[in-house]
């Protein structure tokens, strides 16, 4: 792993609630953080189901990143994107099962309509 080319991020732990809910308060973000939550691999930057722009989509991935819920690194020219999930559970407890489960829920009862 590149270490110039590795995106910071914040330690959870250094992070007030207030920033972790301003960055999942999106339906884009929150998207993101359940594929990776689904995902049995790091997700690359295109490869996210979003309907967003490019440009849109990279905005999202930075306000995650800033708010120390997914780290970004490169394979390649590929920048990977990994959710902290382990090192997010310890600081904030449950929040990213909360939100991936009303994530699920929005989606099926939209499906259902």
């Not at 690359?44 to 189901?49: A, H, I, L, T």
């Not at 930075?62 to 690194?73: K, P, S, T």
């Not at 090192?87 to 939209?110: H, Q």
Request: charged share 25%; net charge neutral; proline share 5%.
């Amino acid at each position: 792993m590149d270490a110039d080319r590795t995106p910071e991020y914040p330690d959870p732990r250094a992070i007030t609630l207030q920033r972790v809910l301003d960055a999942l308060v999106d339906p884009v973000r929150r998207s993101i953080v359940a594929q990776l939550w689904d995902a049995p691999a790091d997700i690359s930057c295109g490869s996210f189901d979003l309907g967003v722009s490019k440009s849109t989509a990279t905005h999202h991935l930075r306000v995650l990143r800033e708010a120390g819920l997914i780290r970004q690194y490169y394979v390649g020219t590929s920048r990977m994107n990994a959710l902290r999930r382990e090192e997010f559970g310890a600081a904030f407890p449950g929040l990213l099962d909360a939100v991936v489960g009303a994530e699920r829920a929005t989606a099926r009862s939209g499906a259902a309509s």
